[in-house]
């Protein structure tokens, strides 16, 4: 009974291991800072602006956010893609609109860095981002 308690822990652990490198391994080249956060008058609700830059070749991985994600491309070019949709070429002065739950991905396909300014409003404390396997 013993052994098999410790089996099974360490394939739990193995499985949160290789979740977390998978992670990683898509936001290679990824930063977000959130500029601000704070209530909204909708109960149960927060907005939270963050500015995301990628690298180039790097790319956010694919996630999702509890609330919608409305972004403007300060600089630079990204590969939008959305769950549902076909990919979308993005630069400088566009912006995009991301629904609830949507699973999406943004890559840096330029030569420079890429920013892009997020404000999510979201359900208060659930993460900002959850990973899409």
Known sequence: MEWTNRMTCAVGVALMLAAFVSLRAQQTGFKRTVVQQGDLSAPGREVVQAIAELQ??????????PGEE???????????????KPAMAKKAGDAFLVPAGTAHNAKNTGKT????????IVEKGKPLATPVQ
Do not use: C, D, F, N
Not at 70 to 75: K, N, S, T
Not at 113 to 120: D, E, I, M, Q, R
């Open 70 to 84: 409305v972004a403007y491309i300060l600089e630079g070019t990204i590969e939008l893609e959305m769950q549902g």
């Open 56 to 65: 180039p070749g790097g790319q956010s991985g694919r996630h999702t956010h």
């Open 113 to 120: 860095v890429a920013k892009v300014l997020g404000t999510y």
